[in-house]
């Protein structure tokens, strides 16, 4: 049974799935094929992207090197789009 978790990790799970999300699509990249690049399910992506999950580390280094991004990028606060 998983361990419930405090409103403050929660909100940080979001914030770095809406990172995620920001430079994934930025970059044009489904889902989907950024899986296929990292090594990493589909499903997984989604669920870091909704703060659903906290990835591995080893997931992360593989996501940066997959978007070729320093995994410091993928810790960088998000700030919303202004289209969004």
């Known amino acids: 049974m998983p ?3 405090t409103p403050r990790l929660a909100e940080l799970r ?5 990172r995620l999300r920001d430079v ?3 970059q044009g990249l489904s889902q989907e094929r950024l899986g296929e690049l990292a090594d990493v399910d589909r ?3 989604n669920r870091i992207e909704n703060g659903m999950y906290s990835p591995r ?3 992360i280094f593989q996501i940066a090197d997959a978007l070729d991004i320093s995994i410091k990028e993928l ?3 998000h700030s919303p789009s202004p289209n969004k």
């Open 3 to 5: 361990v419930p978790i």
């Open 14 to 18: 979001r914030q770095f799935g809406l």
């Open 24 to 26: 994934r699509e930025g």
């Open 43 to 45: 499903k997984t992506i």
């Open 57 to 59: 580390l080893d997931n």
């Open 75 to 77: 810790f960088t606060a």
